[in-house]
């Protein structure tokens, strides 16, 4: 739900991610796209798990392209601006987060072969991986210990720019994992 009460919904339709806003009344907001839904990864088995607004209205969806992670951002008046898939190799993301200064925080899960690890990786606001977290990566794997299944389902941000993943693993069932702001596992 957006700071102005519009409802911004995602999820998959005609094999393309999509984004509908509403007005707080649930009508599709026609200053939204086309009729109120905007689309990306049209053809490419598109689907959204997850949708965040931004501070001034844009949206960044999360989820999956052809089995591999994508993410799209849509401006305020459900323009694509960008797109990046394919990072973490095979993959699919469950939640997103945006940062107060427009940095892109997506979660999910990456099957490794024998196991499925966890994921966070940070874009750009152009939606470039981001150089500056994990060893320069943009992108951090986690993996319970003692676990082949760990799945990162939901993400917070905290005002000092740790970012919490939550989940679940093999053993035990759920999880919480905090990540320092330059992407490195906060061990405390």
Same mark, same amino acid.
């Given at each position: ?8 919904? #995602? ?11 509403? %007005?707080?009344?649930?009508?599709? @907001?026609?200053?939204?796209? !086309?009729?109120?839904? *905007? =689309?990306?990864?049209?053809?490419? !088995? ?22 591999? %992670? ?8 459900? %323009?694509?601006q960008w797109t990046q898939s394919g990072f973490g190799g095979n993959a699919a993301l469950? #939640? ?17 072969g024998r196991f499925i690890n966890g994921l966070i990786a940070r874009l750009t606001s152009?939606? =470039?991986? @981001? ?9 951090? &794997?986690?993996?319970?210990? +003692?676990?082949?299944? &760990?799945?990162?389902? #939901? ?10 993943? *939550?989940?679940?693993?093999? &053993?035990?069932? *759920?999880?919480?994992?905090?990540? +320092? !702001? @330059? ?6």
């Amino acid at each position: 739900i957006a700071p102005n009460g519009e409802i911004v919904v #995602a999820g998959s339709s005609g094999g393309a991610m999509f984004v509908e806003r509403l %007005t707080s009344a649930l009508a599709p @907001d026609s200053g939204f796209g !086309s009729g109120g839904v *905007a =689309a990306a990864f049209a053809g490419r !088995s598109g689907v959204a798990n997850g949708v965040a607004v931004g501070s001034g209205g844009g949206v960044v969806a999360a989820g999956s392209e052809g089995g591999v %992670t994508g993410v799209a951002q849509f401006s305020a008046a459900g %323009t694509l601006q960008w797109t990046q898939s394919g990072f973490g190799g095979n993959a699919a993301l469950n #939640a997103v987060a945006i940062q107060p200064d427009g940095k892109v925080v997506v979660v999910g899960a990456q099957n490794a072969g024998r196991f499925i690890n966890g994921l966070i990786a940070r874009l750009t606001s152009g939606g =470039a991986l @981001d150089s500056a977290f994990a060893g320069g990566h943009g992108a951090f &794997t986690y993996s319970f210990p +003692n676990s082949g299944y &760990t799945s990162l389902n #939901a993400v917070a941000l905290q005002n000092n720019g740790q970012i919490v993943a *939550a989940g679940v693993a093999e &053993t035990p069932d *759920a999880i919480i994992v905090r990540i +320092n !702001s @330059d992407g490195s596992l906060d061990s405390s």
